[in-house]
Structures are given as C-alpha cells and as structure tokens.
C-alpha cells in the first residue's frame, strides 16, 4: 500500500514538472487599434469592472463585478451603460448572501443559464485557497441569490506563497462544451497558462483539481476573455493586446488554430480594461475599471502567424 501511494505521490509530482511548451504567435509590427467609446457606467453601483460576461438568456445584458474587498454582489448593465428596468425600478445589483469577495474576478457560464462567479485573484500569489460560485442565473427584479454552491480548489504547481515568480493570479475565465477554463495572469512575464478546471459532480465533495492544458504568450498580462454567442471564437484580453482565436472543433488546442490580434490604443485615464464580452458574432465589447465600456470589432484586428 504505501509503495503504490509513492508511486502515486511520485506520477503526481512529474506531471505537475513536466510544462506545456509556449505557444508564440507572430505578431510584429502590427498596428494599434482604438476602441470606440459606447458608453459609462455608474461608478456608484460597479465600482470597478473586473469582468463582463453575456447573458446566454437575456440577450442585452451584461453581468459585472467589482473585486476584491468588495460586497458579493453582481450587477447587471446593458451595452449602453444603463440598468434594466422593472416596475419597482432600475435593477442595480444582486447579492450572494454567504458568499466572500476575497477577490471576485471573473464571470463565466454556460448557455443553460449556469452562472459562475470565480473567486481567483491572487495578486501576490499568497492564497491557498480559490473558489468558485456555481448558481443559476438570477432573472431581473431578483435581490438576492440564496441557492449557489462553493467549489474551492488550489493551484496544484504553487509550492510557494508567495510564488516568487508572482505567476497564480487569475482574471480570466470561459466555458467550452460545458467545461470551465481559466487563464493566468502573469506578473514577471507575458505569459499565461490555461488550466481546466472540472467541476465536481453533484452529492461529491466541493473540490475541484485544475489540470494545466497550454501556456500561450499572451504580451500582456490576462484580465478576461469570452466565448463568442455562437461558440467559434474565443477572446483574450490584456491591458494592452487583444486576441481572437477560432475554436477547434474538438480538444483543447485552443491556441493553434486561425487567430486575429492587435495592440490596444486606450485612453490614457480609462486604460485598465478588465472586461471582455461580445455584443454579436464579430463585435466586441470592453470595459474599464475606470467606468468606460469600449466597442470593437473583431475585422480591426490583424491575421496572426
């Protein structure tokens, strides 16, 4: 028994050893684009927009957050800037009572309506623990969301806290076929890895075990990326670069395959962008911390090599 859990013990250490190599892509002497401003937002209500993810049910909509040391809220804002409507008035924001906004960074889900809030900032790589909030996707008028499930999880590379090579922040999540997927945010270089993260199955333990898939050069340090409505293109966002990747049909070489990109050109008191949505199939939608969302479509942006 206990020379098969050596061994175990022994696989599982050479795995976590063994690094996917880097996926470069050539992107010199591209020109920069500018993103057109569409609209502001209250400040008031989103402090900070750490994150934009489309409603798959609520065509119009987009869910944000404000991250860390924030209340664990979500608010819900259109293209425009505004807050949907109902008869008791503007729809500001929905609560998760119970839940902790350590650093809430990233939105994602699915088209079922599955919504998960992903509680992974890391910004100096101290954690050891992250989690996730899996819950279904409030409808407007609704205050509260009671009803969600905890998924904690750690990153199995991390020996050290703080990692000195400052490399398990996350702003970054998106679903593929039902699987969720995250994006490091590296803050000594320009690259970041994808790991999957499955989540477990209802009646098992609240733990998930995140498997290392890639590792791109993204130039810049990841805040968000998004799948597009119909599923064939995936956005990465930094403050500075932006990428487009067509999907593979199948597997997870999401990194290999046609992709557009180009330095971003922003205003220089709005430049943390840290939300990355679509608004159709060829349009794209960012946000700033600073209040601004941007409107950009995916024919600016150059072929990559």
Not at 9 to 37: I, K, Q
Not at 153 to 167: I, N, T
């Amino acid at each position: 028994m206990r020379l098969t859990t050596c061994l175990l013990l022994g696989l599982a250490t050479a795995l976590v050893a063994l690094e996917p190599p880097v996926v470069v892509r050539e992107t010199a002497d591209m020109p920069s684009v500018a993103p057109a401003f569409l609209a502001r937002f209250s400040k008031e209500s989103v402090p900070e927009c750490s994150a934009l993810w489309a409603s798959p049910t609520q065509p119009g909509l987009y869910w944000t957050l404000s991250d860390s040391g924030a209340k664990p809220r979500l608010s819900a804002l259109r293209a425009d800037g505004t807050f949907v409507n109902t008869p008791s008035g503007p729809w500001r924001s929905v609560e998760l009572p119970g839940a902790t906004n350590v650093d809430w960074e990233a939105i994602t889900g699915d088209s079922a309506g599955r919504m998960i809030v992903c509680d992974v900032g890391n910004n100096v790589s101290l954690r050891k623990e992250l989690a996730l909030y899996v819950f279904n996707e409030p409808k407007p008028g609704v205050s509260a969301v009671t009803d969600f499930r905890k998924v904690t999880f750690a990153w199995p590379d991390q020996k050290s806290f703080p990692d000195p090579e400052l490399s398990h922040d996350c702003e970054a999540a998106f679903m593929v076929a039902g699987r969720l997927y995250l994006l490091t945010k590296h803050r000594r270089d320009t690259l970041t890895d994808l790991w999957r993260v499955d989540l477990p199955a209802p009646g098992a333990p609240d733990k998930a075990v995140p498997v290392k898939i890639a590792r791109l050069d993204a130039k810049g340090m990841v805040t968000d990326a998004a799948v597009s409505p119909d599923g064939k293109h995936l956005a990465i966002l930094t403050y500075t670069f932006l990428w487009v990747f067509d999907l593979p049909a199948t597997g997870e070489a999401f990194f290999s395959g046609p992709a557009r990109a180009a330095p971003l050109s922003l205003p220089a008191l709005s430049w943390q962008v840290e939300g990355c949505s679509w608004i159709d199939d060829a349009t794209l939608l960012l946000g700033s911390e600073q209040g601004d969302l941007f409107r950009l479509p995916v024919s600016a942006l150059q072929e990559a090599k």
